[in-house]
């Protein structure tokens, strides 16, 4: 499948929000699945084009989804100030929404990185989804106990020595009795899976 990657500016809940699509290769498409990708923090340099995110994108595209990509507010060309992943939420409940009126889509997966992962498992109370893929959730750093139990299938992909979070306490968070997470574990990986890229494609690829 031809990939047409498109970037453009939609209506967010402060202003625009940017986002990349590749669309145009569904028209005319009965059902579609679809992805929607959250990028790393937005006060630590985290936009859409970070290269987990390309990476989880391009896997997902080999897969035949619809995927989109977009900037939280004050990131690129989305208008708006950080808010602590509330605002961000919303931003995501924006993107899903609009593609949501793009395409026919029979399957929704959320998928984060990093503080994207944090915004991604937020966004579950808000609206339903089939799937959600998760890659070095902050554990740690954000609230996490106040989420909403996952009751979905849910990837989780973690590397063993990530110098931003405590992976222990992500291993611990995702095995507890009550976790439904397929966790997929990588050792050697770093939190921005330097030289790793190709293993998360590849998780990606095999899980979905």
């Excluded at 006060?43 to 939280?72: C, D, P, W």
């Excluded at 990530?162 to 939190?191: C, K, M, N, Q, Y």
Aim: charge should be negative.
């Amino acid at each position: 499948m031809k990939k047409n990657l498109q970037t453009t500016l939609i209506k967010g809940v402060h202003g625009n929000l940017e986002i990349r699509h590749n669309f145009a290769d569904f028209d005319g498409v009965s059902e579609s699945k679809l992805v929607v990708l959250s990028h790393p923090h937005p006060l630590f340099g985290g936009t859409m084009n970070n290269k987990v995110i390309t990476t989880m994108e391009r896997a997902f595209q080999s897969l035949g989804y619809a995927t989109l990509a977009y900037n939280f507010r004050g990131v690129g060309k989305s208008e708006g100030e950080y808010d602590e992943g509330m605002g961000e939420t919303a931003d995501l409940l924006k993107a899903l929404s609009w593609a949501r009126e793009q395409l026919p889509v029979k399957e929704t997966v959320l998928a984060g990185f990093s503080f994207g992962s944090y915004v991604s498992l937020r966004a579950l109370s808000e609206v339903q989804v089939d799937r959600i893929c998760t890659v070095a959730p902050p554990i740690g750093l954000y609230d996490f106990s106040s989420l909403d139990p996952v009751s979905i299938p849910w990837t989780c992909i973690q590397g063993g020595r990530d110098e931003v979070i405590d992976a222990r306490e992500v291993l611990e968070w995702v095995t507890r009795p009550e976790s439904s997470a397929d966790l997929f574990w990588r050792s050697g990986a770093s939190h921005f899976f330097h030289g790793e890229l190709i293993w998360l494609k590849n998780v990606i690829i095999a899980s979905y």
